[in-house]
């Protein structure tokens, strides 16, 4: 098992903050924080959190915004530019920059599992069978996003095509990521092809693959799952992947995602959303080698978990007066614990009979709280 990781996001505040999206109508982006005003945010940020080591990833710093372009990530967003500035690139760059004097790295948020028609480099997936296709070879439609088709990036002809390296190296190119040793590639799925057949464990070997070049330049990887992947995604039957393989297979099998590996550990550092954890797992994997936003109820009454950061301002508005409290009461009853429980190893679990009950939860679920913290897991 690869580890550890260039920053221990068990004791880091990493944050998303969504800047912008798409309004394709009329050619412009509709910015919701400018560059300008995310460094007076993380300013804002850095006061309240004393100065402890911080991540923020970007939403929408690219093209139009957010799910703009992908796996294109080479042009940024010129509408979130301060004025004073030639270009967006310039003032990504002095964002970048200032934020260090306040205990903060900023980074950004990606995707290589999309593809979207409109790229120039369309024709270069569809010729290189780097998106999943119909078994006739006719490119999937899967999803729709801010009104354009989006393809899923098949990971096997998508690395084996050098397209990966040709894409990833024009990013690195545009944003100063391997400085930031940290990058968050959103929704990091894996979608199996028809046209060349393709199964979950060559999509799973090629990205592994990409997960391990980008590793080994010194760059971190950040999810939103932890990606328990079976064959044909038998057990998410609104999955729009899945769907997909309805199309063409009579019968698709039947399993849990209990069955299937956590494929990404100790290749991705955390992820958002850790809701195909169970309990084992959390006892089994120190918070060290996977940290995340623990979804589940009973497990969040024990573990807590990271904070997203970005709802709070796409909730409450960037005023500091609109968004602090809401921050604050967060950033103590989540991050704090968070953590503080991080420090410790992890030895049991133990439930009570009013653990059933969502709102007895809580309290009960503290039983599992170790009572005899025998070493450190986390950085001092």
């Given at each position: 098992?690869?580890?550890?990781?260039r920053y221990d996001y068990s004791e880091t505040l990493w944050m998303k903050m969504f800047l912008a999206v798409p309004d394709y109508p009329?050619?412009?982006?509709?910015?919701?924080i400018t560059f300008e005003e995310a460094l007076g945010i993380i300013k804002t940020v850095d006061a309240l959190?004393?100065?402890?080591?911080?991540?923020?990833?970007?939403?929408?710093?690219?093209?139009?915004?957010?799910?703009?372009?992908?796996p294109e990530m080479h042009t940024v967003n010129d509408f979130l530019k301060r004025d004073c500035d030639r270009d967006g690139r310039e003032s990504l760059l002095w964002l970048i920059g200032e934020a260090k004097k306040y205990h903060t790295v900023v980074s950004v948020h990606g995707n290589l599992a999309d593809e979207y028609g409109d790229n120039e480099?369309?024709?270069?997936?569809?010729?290189?069978?780097?998106?999943?296709?119909?078994?006739?070879?006719?490119?999937?439609?899967?999803?729709?996003?801010?009104?354009?088709?989006?393809?899923k990036v098949s990971y096997k002809q998508f690395w084996e095509s050098g397209l990966f390296k040709k894409y990833w190296e024009k990013f690195l190119e545009t944003v100063p990521v391997r400085e930031a040793g940290t990058v968050h590639l959103d929704n990091f799925c894996i979608a199996e092809s028809f046209y060349p057949r393709t199964t979950v464990e060559e999509q799973d070997a090629a990205r592994c693959a990409i997960l391990d070049y980008i590793r080994a330049e010194g760059i971190d990887v950040t999810s939103e799952y932890p990606y328990r992947e079976l064959p044909l995604r038998a057990d998410d039957p609104g999955h729009p992947i899945r769907r997909f393989y309805a199309q063409h297979?009579?019968?698709?099998?039947?399993?849990?995602?209990?069955?299937?590996?956590?494929?990404?550990?100790?290749?991705?550092?955390?992820?958002?959303?850790?809701?195909?954890?169970?309990?084992?797992?959390?006892?089994?994997?120190?918070?060290?080698?996977?940290?995340?936003?623990l979804t589940d109820g009973a497990l969040g009454a024990v573990y807590y978990g990271a904070m997203h950061g970005e709802d709070l301002w796409m909730s409450h508005g960037?005023?500091?007066?609109?968004?602090?409290?809401?921050?604050?009461?967060?950033?103590?009853?989540?991050?704090?614990?968070?953590?503080?429980?991080n420090r410790y190893e992890r030895t049991g679990l133990?439930?009570?009979?009013?653990?059933?009950?969502?709102?007895?939860?809580r309290k009960?679920?503290?039983?599992?709280?170790?009572?005899v913290p025998s070493r450190r897991t986390g950085s001092s």
């Open positions: 098992m690869k580890g550890p990781f009329r050619g412009v982006s509709d910015v919701k959190t004393q100065g402890i080591e911080k991540i923020v990833y970007l939403v929408g710093w690219q093209g139009l915004g957010h799910d703009d372009c992908y480099s369309h024709a270069d997936f569809v010729r290189e069978n780097a998106i999943v296709k119909h078994p006739n070879g006719e490119p999937a439609v899967i999803e729709v996003f801010n009104g354009r088709n989006a393809y297979v009579d019968e698709l099998p039947v399993g849990s995602w209990k069955d299937a590996p956590i494929r990404t550990l100790g290749r991705i550092a955390a992820t958002w959303w850790t809701s195909c954890m169970t309990p084992e797992d959390c006892l089994k994997i120190p918070p060290s080698l996977y940290s995340g936003h960037i005023r500091p007066e609109d968004w602090v409290p809401a921050f604050l009461r967060e950033f103590c009853t989540y991050q704090l614990p968070y953590f503080y429980l133990e439930k009570t009979k009013t653990a059933a009950t969502p709102r007895a939860s009960a679920w503290r039983a599992g709280v170790p009572t």
